[in-house]
């Protein structure tokens, strides 16, 4: 990123964009078109849904994220229930497609960060394609963590974003489109009701619609797009397989560690529990936000949920994310550390160490050294 910044046209430029999109397609194991909008997260998801969604159309939704997204565009989010926790039954889509005749898609979140739960998006994607909507997923805090198999799991778009798993700064939001999704929007009655997040113009950049010099139809950030490119390299020469065993091992070093220390995981059933991210329920009694502030002012270590933003009304929770370059032993084990002291000068007592042995003994079990260790 330090590098002198480069046009976002002509031969220098396609040959980032093209390794960049190229790369993409192999991570996520799709041979839909892949782009790349600059935006956050929030922009691929809002181009997916203003893309496809018409006013009075029905969106099945999961998260309030989808379905504000729907109200504003016009349609009508069917909302799958779902306890905060827990993951989606794909069962409960089923019984939703079916009550519901005339769903045009499906929009679910793949990793859900604020609760830590990863859905079981293969099995709801053969739900989703026996009955035929549309089906999309925000995969902002899986791609690049978490396997998506994008055209075996039936899934038309992918949102995704680079400051997760990817390990880049946020502003870039990595997004694939299916043949039957183009063929839903170019069928449209009104006009998709956008110009910047309207996948038909970045489909067909009116600049370049051969996308030979010109390939997107405005201006990227083209120092965000080599910060993906060299970010897609180093995952691809780690290798997919052990980029995701990583991901897998850390994560579940990380919930050994807090369940060594007496403290209870908000996802119960751990076959759904995130690989890129371990929510915590804090314990009654305790001062939450005086631990919060201990790790934030005193360690220099942010975890998420801060006192300020808490989503259950009734309980609170902390998360430790693992993902990307913290999905690693030296990371997991010393925000471990860190984590059972602030523990400690709260009150909530621990014996020293408990936390890191956990984890490092499901480290030492599954054969994740840390990095540049013989």
């Known amino acids: 990123m330090g590098h002198p910044i480069i046009a976002h046209y002509m031969d220098q430029w396609m040959a980032v964009y093209n390794e960049t999109i190229d790369m993409l397609k192999r991570v996520l194991q799709t041979k839909n078109d892949v782009f790349v909008i600059t935006g956050s997260g929030t922009a691929s998801l809002e181009a997916a849904v203003c893309s496809i969604v018409e006013p009075g159309d029905k969106v099945l939704v999961d998260h309030p994220i989808f379905g504000d997204l729907v109200k504003a565009h016009g349609g009508i989010p069917i909302e799958i229930p779902v306890k905060f926790g827990d993951h989606i039954d794909p069962s409960d889509v089923e019984r939703r497609l079916e009550q519901e005749k005339d769903v045009k898609a499906v929009a679910i979140i793949h990793n859900n960060t604020f609760s830590a739960v990863t859905n079981p998006i293969h099995e709801i994607g053969k739900v989703v394609y026996d009955f035929g909507p549309l089906f999309i997923i925000d995969a902002i805090s899986s791609l690049g963590g978490i396997e998506i198999k994008t055209d075996e799991w039936h899934v038309d778009i992918v949102c995704s974003a680079g400051q997760k798993a990817l390990a880049i700064p946020p502003g870039i939001a990595p997004t694939s489109v299916s043949a039957k999704a183009w063929e839903v929007m170019e069928k449209r009655k009104e006009p998709i009701h956008s110009k910047y997040l309207n996948l038909l113009e970045y489909k067909n950049p009116p600049i370049d619609r051969e996308r030979k010099w010109h390939p997107t139809p405005f201006t990227p950030s083209t120092v965000l797009f080599r910060a993906l490119w060299q970010s897609l390299k180093d995952l691809l020469q780690e290798g997919m397989e052990n980029v995701y065993r990583r991901h897998a091992i850390a994560a579940e070093a990380a919930r050994e560690g807090f369940k060594a220390m007496g403290l209870e995981l908000l996802v119960k059933d751990e076959r759904y529990a995130s690989n890129t991210v371990t929510a915590v329920l804090w314990p009654h009694g305790y001062d939450h936000a005086r631990f919060w502030r201990i790790l934030y002012d005193e360690f220099n270590i942010m975890i998420g949920n801060p006192p300020e ?30 984590i059972e002291r602030a523990l400690n000068m709260v009150n909530f007592n621990t014996k020293g160490g408990e936390g890191v042995a956990a984890a490092q003994r499901v480290f030492l079990h599954k054969g994740l050294k840390v990095r540049g260790s013989p």
């Open 309 to 338: 933003h808490q989503p259950m009304p009734d309980r609170k929770i902390f998360r430790m994310a693992h993902m990307g370059n913290t999905a690693t032993p030296e990371c997991i084990l010393m925000g471990l550390s860190y």
